[in-house]
Structure formats: C-alpha cells, structure tokens
C-alpha cells in the first residue's frame, strides 16, 4: 500500500504545483515599474538641468513633474488593477512613446534627450513585441511628436549642453544595461521554472508509476482472496460454497442442453482410523491425495470440491449414471491403488462413493445431492468399498 510517506510526498507536490500556478503580478508590470522609477527621476534632473535658466512658465515644470515623478506610478497602479496587466503595459508602454514624442518636439528635438527617450520606450516594445513593437512605438512617438509641435509650435534646440549630453548618455547607458541584466534574470528565473517543473513532472511520473504499481497489486490480492474464497486450503479443490454458486446454473444448463447431470459423493472408509492410528498429519496427505487423484482424471467441465471433512463431492455435466458408475469405480480403484506409506507399511485405504444422476433421480439440484448422499449411505451400510448408484424412481427422500 502507498505508505504515509508516499501520500506525503504527493500532496507536497501538488500543493507546490498549486502554488506555481497561482496568479502572481505579472513580471513585465513589476519590472518596467522599478526601471521607471529609477529612470525617470534621472530623465527629470537632465531636463531640469536642460531647461534650467530658460525661464520656463511654471506649467512646464509641474507638467514635467507629473510626467517624470508622478505618471510611472499611475500607469502601474493602472495596469495592476486591470482585468489583463501585461496587455495593459503593453498600451503603457504606447503611451510613453506618444508622450515622450510630444516632450521631445516641445523641447525643440534635443538630439541627445530625444534619442534618450525615443530608446527607452522602444527597446521595452521590441523586448515585448518585437519588429511589431517598434513599429507602433515609432509611430505612436511621431504622433506625439506632430501634437507636440502642433501645441509648442516647429522649432529646433539641438543644442544641449555638455552636461546634459553626458548625463543623457550615462542615462541611455544605464537603462539600457539596467535592461540586459534585468533580461539575465528573468532568463534565470525561466531556467529554474523550467528545472523545476521537470524535476516535479518526474516525481509526478515516478509516484503515478508507483501509485499504478499498487494498483496492480491491490487487483492480484483481489483476484487471489477471491480464488481463496472459493477454494479449501488443504486440497486446492473448490469449497462447499462454490458448489452451492455453481450447483443452480449447471443444473439449468444442462435441462437447456438436455443432458444429464451427475453428483458423486465420495467419502473415505474408517477415516478416523487412520487419523487416530497414524496422526492428524497422515490423515491430511491422503485427502491431499484423493484430492490430486480426481483433479487429474477430471474433464474440464467438472467440479470437484471437498464437500465436508473426509467427504467429496464431484459434479460431473453430460454424464449418464452408467458412464457415471463406471468413472466412480474408476476412482475407487484408483485411490485403493495409491502409494501412502508410513513408517515402512502401505495404507490400505478404501472409499465409498454414491452416485445420483439428473433427470433419472432427481427433479431439482437439492434432491440431486440429497439422493447421492442416500446412495452413499447405502454404499457405507453395505460394507463399504463400493460405488452405489441411487434408486431410479425415488424423487422424494
Ligand atoms: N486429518 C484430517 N482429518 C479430518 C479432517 N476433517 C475431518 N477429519 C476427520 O475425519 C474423520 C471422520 O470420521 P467419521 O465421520 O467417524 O467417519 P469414518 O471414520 O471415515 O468412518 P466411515 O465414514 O463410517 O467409514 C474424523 O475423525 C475427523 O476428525 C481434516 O481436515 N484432516
């Protein structure tokens, strides 16, 4: 059976598949999160450092603060509460190119800060969707860029100074670094996933294996408590139960098929002699070997089973009370004839056997019996050693 262990070990295994499955914060929302959060702060301090001193309205700079301290943590609050967070981000990811387009045509293209911008929003939409991805951050950066022009009016500032050129390449540099790594980890984590999976797929594999093995097992048991059930332990013969299972078909098979049905009861002479003269042990190996001697000069259709302690019972389809006669005497001679030796002398042993045969004696399976066991009785008061067949005519007892 599967042991506690076992049972242990697959509910772990399942509760630890259960949880992989449970739904987590998408990684591509988390992680353009924390790159915004980091990046976009810096973004701030270079345009500041950009705009500083050309006497920009206040607008412009509380615009800039919405768009580069407060609007990344908007969009993931967004995109966590949406129905679909990754497809959100994706639309997130739109909407950084449309506005950093207009930022950049409002500024007047600064080719450093535009292309700081332009890069940041495309590389997360060609990691996300590929050629597909640059093409619609391309385009959605174009659209912001003609409204950006279209409300700030067409100029060029290509002029950034030394400062900004540095700190927009440190800025380009960073994130894009900041992306490879992040691409490293995430590679990681899909390799240990995939590790893991397998390694819990194959401890799945080896438990269904076992779990089937049991299986197996439980039906052999099943099929051998059943033969047990049905069979005496000593002799291997069937038991007195299986006859009384068996008795009603055959005898309803045999009225269909319109041939006869005989019952033998065979019964060993002084049985208790021989127990009480040569032991219990002795007494044993001659109903062993009774037992072998009607197996093997049995057809395939006949039953043979031990009936009671020293008593045997044969039911034999087909079979008419002279060919039935003939066969009990055949067995009477055959066990007179075996070979049981103790302590240097032969057993002289000897059965009685009473023979009743279907329709001639009997009209129902019990009186079939109860007939056999007449005869049998008759067999015994005869003198024994002889095979007696029951009276034609004599249905009731
Ligand atoms: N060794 C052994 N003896 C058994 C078993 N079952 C019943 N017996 C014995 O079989 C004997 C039957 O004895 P009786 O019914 O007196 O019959 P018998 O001595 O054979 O005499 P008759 O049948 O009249 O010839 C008893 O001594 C039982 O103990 C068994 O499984 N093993």
């Known amino acids: 059976m599967l042991g506690p262990n076992g049972r242990d070990s697959i509910n772990k295994s399942l509760a630890m598949t259960a949880a992989s ?5 998408h990684w591509v929302v988390d992680t353009h999160w924390r790159v915004r959060a980091l990046a976009y702060p810096l973004a701030f ?7 500083w001193g050309q006497g920009q309205p206040a607008l412009v700079w509380v ?12 969009i993931y609050w967004r995109a966590r509460r949406a129905p679909d967070p990754p497809q959100a981000e994706l639309h997130n990811l739109l909407l950084d190119s449309f506005l950093f387009g207009a930022w950049v045509a409002w500024l007047g293209f600064p080719a450093f800060i535009g292309f700081m911008f332009f890069i940041s929003t495309a590389i997360n939409s060609a990691i996300l969707r590929g050629f597909n991805g640059i093409a619609w951050s391309l385009a959605l950066f174009a659209v912001g860029a003609l409204l950006g022009a279209a409300l700030g009016g067409w100029h060029f500032y290509s002029d950034e100074s030394g400062w900004v050129k540095l700190l927009s390449m440190v800025g380009i540099s960073g994130y894009l670094l900041g992306i490879g790594v992040l691409a490293h980890q995430r590679t990681q984590v899909l390799r240990h996933t995939r590790s893991t999976l397998r390694a819990r797929e194959a401890e799945l594999q080896a438990l269904n294996a076992a779990l ?13 408590l059943r033969e047990q059930a049905v069979r005496d332990p000593l002799t291997g013969l069937f038991n007195r139960r299986y006859l009384q299972s068996t008795l009603e078909r055959e005898w309803a098979r045999c009225q269909r098929e319109g041939v006869p049905l005989c019952v033998m009861l065979l019964d060993i002479d002084h049985f208790k ?9 002795v007494g044993d190996q001659v109903l062993v070997r009774l037992g072998q001697l009607l197996l093997e000069q049995s057809r395939r259709e006949d039953l043979a089973c031990r009936y009671g302690g020293e008593e045997f019972l044969l039911l034999l ?3 008419g009370a002279d060919e039935a006669y003939e066969r009990a005497q055949a ?8 070979d049981i030796w103790v302590n240097g002398a032969r057993l002289n042993l000897s059965l009685s056997v009473g023979v009743a045969v279907a329709p001639d004696h009997a009209n129902e399976p019990d009186l079939l019996i109860h007939q056999a066991d007449m ?5 015994k008061a005869q003198g024994r050693n002889r095979v007696v067949l029951a009276e034609a005519g004599r249905m009731h007892p």
């Open 21 to 25: 499955l449970q739904p987590k914060l």
């Open 45 to 51: 301090f270079i345009l500041t450092l950009h705009l």
């Open 63 to 74: 615009l800039l603060g919405l768009q580069l301290l407060i609007y990344p943590h908007l």
């Open 212 to 224: 089937s093995d049991r299986l197996h097992q439980i039906e052999r048991l099943q099929v051998e």
């Open 273 to 281: 002699q021989v127990n009480d003269r040569h032991g219990h042990g």
């Open 317 to 319: 389809p087909g079979l």
């Open 331 to 338: 067995w009477r001679q055959g066990f007179a004839a075996l």
């Open 375 to 379: 005869a049998l009785y008759a067999a």
